[in-house]
């Protein structure tokens, strides 16, 4: 489809700048864009911002009606399930026309007898522990990272970014007096209270990289309400490990964790003795991972040293050396154990089997050993629907007989469970509401598997309205992510019902290189592996074609960050399958960042994509590398979505694509580049601002799918 606007696109000026490397020379012409301060970088993205708001000016009645629509959808003024931690009930409310949540606590209910759900508009009694409406005033952007009350209830530390940089400020608030202390510290990750109620630890960032690489410890002296100046308790000199820190379940330790991509270690030390001298779990040792939690003087350990699907053992706190390891839980081949959460008298195995969850209840009561009280038959919470999601939910008592969990399919909104021990049922709590109409009945979801190009059976999940559904008609939207061993979520999202409700199949395409399969499907799609991921979809989206799902012709691609990697790696590779393509933040100069170490995330990343300084690497990573395989050849058409903010993936990586596929490209195919100016990676804070950016990303689909006409 042609532009409907007269405005030319801009045309970004080439200047050459060559890196020779392994024999051969990466060219760069537009490097240039990396100047986030040069006037003729912002005229740049200024007028890509023009061009794209010019061509989208006639879509904007749609983009109205759109945003009118999924607005329609959502309970404006609402409140979450509350959680208890500690001698306050804990929950959030968000009030229609206000960009951001409200957190708030009530005293907790004495006895057995629990408070009901909390109105909309909160309880009579509650305290307002921060209204991020109000630390927004004057922001373009804000957003919560951490947020940590102290044992007692009287101090809250919280980190704020105002930019979408993800460059967090450390505040601390009195609770008792509602005064907020002097921000003490930027660059700030991780925040975790002592049990003295005084004493602070937090991880901080490398100026330059953005690693979290140290962790401060600091004391407040409350009679002068203020901090010590921060002293260093732990820091990692290896590039590839991010640090963290974080107390176990029941209170009694802190745990230092560093961890790459592949390799993790943990420190140790008493919450009662915030002075004390840290302790190594085990000695980290590369390609081994391990996660622990405490109980009763034992850790209990997540590790994958037998296999990659990750085995349970425990160990004294005394001796918790690998000698000394107690095997609970055996790895197995078929079960990924993505997690496991401890308590008192229980915990629950978080594991993923065929591809999809499942939550699993070992005992911890009884007669025998520990082992031998978990593998007494377990108790699995079961879920009715062939695709869905199942997560833990926020359970903070150690001494639980309940267990609090959610659910969400495609067609179920996002739901809270509360699981009883004593009785093995489970409570609704409450399911998120959806007004406007919403007739579940209407929609309906399958979970199908294609056949990879290596023979490989890949799972996909999809969603259509029943009553739109004409075979081999229907537009056709699939959506991947690919990487880091992340298991693409499937829940449901009333946004897509303005798709689905116009005949728009949804797909979502679980590709080698995510974790629904365990560690191996991860494996399978990085490093010298990663030719899979693209592969994958490729076929995945071939298999819904042949099999009536969608029309040839009308198919539409999404992907963000990773995700934006592979959106440029199949255009590439198979223009000729995709009409549309919507990319997100994309990582698309594969080759120019992962040479440039001083970028963030870059070292600690050879672990996923492979160190182009080394040629056998070099030679397979540019080989895919969207960025350096542009070619003169048609193109779908596209719309690519940055943040000038971004620190994940910068800016100048989807406008240095977008500039060069226009230079070569050979059609007459809309390329679209947005530039969010006042955002990062995730786009817009506030929630009525990111409704409008996926009203502009449906409007832009519909039309090019030929499913609405833009008016004239």
Known sequence: MRPITKLKPPVARKDPHKLPLHGQVLQDDYAWLREKESPETLQYLNAENAYTAAVMEPLQPLIDTLYAEMLS???QTDVSVPYRDGRFDYYARTVEGQQYPIYCRVPAEKGPARRPLPPVEGFADEEVLLDVNRLAEGEAFMSIGASVVSDDGNLLAYTTDNTGFRQYTLHVKNLLTGETLKSLAERVGSVAWAADNRTLFYSVEDEETKRPYQIVRRVLDAAKQSFSAGETAWEDPDERFNVGVGRTRDGKYLFVEA???????????AAGDPMGTLRCVEPRRDDIEYYADHRDGVFFIRVNDTGRNFRLVTATV????REHWQEILSHRDDVMLEDVDLFQKFFVACERYHGLPRLRIHNLTGEGSLAEQARKTPREISFPEPTYTATPGTNREFDAMSYRYGYTSLVTPSSVFQ???????????KQLEVPGGFNRALYASERIFATASDGVRVPISLVYRRDRLERGKNPLYVYAYGSYGYSLPIGFNSNRLSLL?????LVYAHIRGGGEMGKPWHDAGRMMHKLNTFTDFISATEYLIANDYGAKDRVAIEG????????????????DLFRVVLSHVPFVDVMNTMLDASLPLTV????EWGNPNEEAAFQYMRAYSPYDNVAAKEYPTMLVKTSLNDSQVMYWEPAKYVAKLRSLKTDDNLLLLHTNMQAGHGGASGRYDYLKEIALDYAFLLWQLGVVKAES
Not at 419 to 429: G, I, N, P, V, W
Not at 604 to 607: F, P, S
């Open 604 to 607: 600690a990343e050879y672990e």
């Open 419 to 429: 699981y009883d021990m004593a009785t093995s049922e489970s409570l609704l709590l």
């Open 560 to 575: 963000g960050s990773a995700g934006g990697l592979l959106m440029g790696a199949v255009a590439n590779m198979r223009p």
């Open 318 to 321: 005394e001796q918790p050396g």
């Open 259 to 269: 961890a790459s991509h592949t390799t993790s270690e943990q420190w140790y030390l």
């Open 73 to 75: 959808h959502i309970q």
């Open 501 to 505: 409700d116009r005949g728009v199949v």
